[in-house]
């Protein structure tokens, strides 16, 4: 067998299922997905705001959506008890493969009451395209500041990032240390990393494998010149990619609609994206940038059970970023904003708070 047909039998599921058990066994996980109870009170994907265009500097159209303050600030405190001040704006960055729509219970819990920013990163979503060289964190760094200078032209921004939204957030605090202190009071780092990740972890919820790193970025550059054909079976392998996406990217048996959710978004992106944005995270080497984050009030967020980026990656990050703080979310995965809403919201209250105090103090 060809490495290119071997390579496009575990995009198909081969290595899932093995990794899954038996047809039988994904049939049983499926039917105990569906048992599962569900949460939600507005459906994923319903909170919308008027969309906005920020034209990245390579002529990407990035897709932007701000919610503003409706709510005096004597209301915001008697309703939710959080002293953020109507002046701070939070700008969201997503994960790998996913969109904005990703922080929906975090939109939903300072709509309104805060002044918030989500966009879906280039190549995710509703953005445009990237070229392949500028697929890289570093251009996602570039992108978070256009959306910054655009969207929130003055005043203190808290900047919360994802997975690879967090590297985004490292890369603007590389190229733009100066921001840090100034326009940026506050950061919050959720299920990421700085560098040193093992990149064969990253292809778990989308080809349920365990590869390592070399094998992974030779898997990842086979399957990327035939994405369509990968896609194709990624489509016809729908039901081992949810039991995929339900084992590597939670911890806890989550609710039905919360798997098929993150599984929407993933099979949303196509291969060639994946393919494109994967080289970056092999060579990621930042942690000797984060430093520069103990300017400001940081919170470090990661799930027990993430097993994609792993709790070490963030207990590293605390160590090298000064007077920062560590929620440990017991038993959750890499998916820790969905799983864990209600305890990643609450770390983030008390981020906006250490950040408008540090305002008024000035």
Not at 96 to 118: E, P
Not at 280 to 285: E, P, R, V
């Given at each position: 067998?060809?490495?290119?047909?071997?390579?496009?039998?575990?995009?198909?599921?081969?290595?899932?299922?093995?990794?899954?058990?038996?047809?039988?066994e994904?049939?049983?996980?499926?039917?105990?997905?569906?048992?599962?109870?569900?949460?939600?009170?507005?459906?994923?994907?319903?909170?919308?705001?008027?969309?906005?265009?920020?034209?990245?500097?390579?002529?990407?159209?990035?897709?932007?959506?701000?919610?503003?303050?409706?709510?005096?600030?004597?209301?915001?405190?008697?309703?939710?008890?959080?002293?953020?001040?109507?002046e701070?704006?939070?700008?969201?960055?997503?994960?790998?493969?996913?969109?904005?729509?990703?922080?929906?219970?975090?939109?939903?819990?300072?709509?309104?009451?805060?002044?918030?920013?989500?966009?879906?990163?280039?190549?995710?979503?509703?953005?445009g395209?990237?070229?392949?060289?500028?697929?890289?964190?570093?251009?996602?760094?570039?992108?978070?500041?256009?959306?910054?200078d655009?969207?929130?032209?003055?005043?203190?921004?808290?900047?919360?990032?994802?997975?690879?939204?967090?590297?985004?957030?490292?890369?603007?605090?590389e190229?733009?240390?100066?921001?840090?202190?100034?326009?940026?009071v506050?950061?919050?780092?959720?299920?990421?990393?700085?560098?040193?990740?093992?990149?064969?972890?990253?292809?778990?919820?989308?080809?349920?494998?365990?590869?390592?790193?070399?094998?992974?970025?030779?898997?990842?550059?086979?399957?990327?010149?035939?994405?369509?054909?990968?896609?194709?079976?990624?489509?016809?392998?729908?039901?081992?990619?949810?039991?995929?996406?339900?084992?590597?990217?939670?911890?806890?048996?989550?609710?039905?609609?919360?798997?098929?959710?993150?599984?929407?978004?993933?099979?949303?992106?196509?291969?060639?994206?994946?393919?494109?944005?994967?080289p970056?995270?092999?060579?990621?080497?930042k942690?000797?940038?984060?430093?520069?984050?103990?300017?400001?009030p940081?919170?470090?967020?990661?799930?027990?059970?993430?097993?994609?980026?792993?709790?070490?990656?963030?207990?590293?990050?605390?160590?090298?970023?000064?007077?920062?703080?560590?929620?440990?979310?017991?038993?959750?995965?890499?998916?820790?904003?969905?799983?864990?809403?209600?305890?990643?919201?609450a770390?983030?209250?008390?981020?906006?708070?250490a950040?408008?105090?540090?305002?008024?103090?000035?």
């Open positions: 067998m060809s490495v290119q047909r071997k390579l496009l039998g575990v995009a198909a599921g081969a290595v899932g299922l093995a990794a899954a058990g038996t047809a039988l994904v049939a049983r996980r499926n039917h105990a997905i569906e048992s599962r109870r569900d949460d939600v009170t507005a459906p994923f994907g319903t909170l919308r705001s008027t969309p906005r265009s920020v034209i990245a500097e390579d002529g990407v159209a990035l897709h932007v959506e701000v919610d503003e303050v409706t709510e005096p600030p004597a209301r915001h405190r008697r309703l939710s008890g959080r002293e953020p001040g109507p701070i704006t939070l700008v969201f960055a997503h994960g790998y493969c996913l969109n904005l729509d990703c922080w929906h219970f975090q939109r939903g819990a300072y709509r309104g009451l805060v002044r918030t920013v989500f966009y879906d990163q280039r190549s995710h979503g509703r953005s395209r990237s070229s392949h060289e500028h697929a890289t964190i570093e251009q996602l760094g570039r992108d978070l500041k256009q959306v910054i655009e969207v929130v032209p003055e005043g203190p921004v808290v900047l919360v990032g994802h997975s690879m939204g967090g590297m985004s957030v490292v890369a603007l605090a190229q733009f240390p100066e921001l840090i202190g100034d326009r940026v506050g950061v919050g780092l959720i299920s990421t990393t700085a560098g040193g990740l093992d990149v064969g972890r990253i292809l778990l919820p989308m080809l349920p494998s365990r590869l390592s790193g070399r094998v992974a970025s030779r898997a990842v550059r086979s399957l990327g010149r035939r994405h369509r054909s990968v896609d194709g079976l990624r489509r016809v392998g729908s039901a081992i990619a949810r039991v995929g996406t339900d084992l590597f990217a939670f911890g806890d048996d989550v609710p039905a609609a919360y798997v098929d959710f993150v599984d929407e978004m993933l099979s949303a992106t196509p291969f060639e994206v994946v393919a494109e944005f994967f970056s995270f092999s060579s990621l080497d942690f000797h940038i984060v430093e520069v984050l103990g300017r400001v940081t919170a470090i967020i990661c799930g027990t059970e993430d097993r994609l980026t792993s709790l070490g990656h963030s207990r590293k990050l605390h160590q090298r970023i000064a007077g920062s703080r560590l929620l440990e979310c017991e038993g959750a995965g890499h998916m820790v904003p969905l799983e864990r809403h209600d305890q990643v919201t770390e983030l209250d008390q981020l906006i708070t950040a408008s105090t540090r305002l008024a103090g000035r």
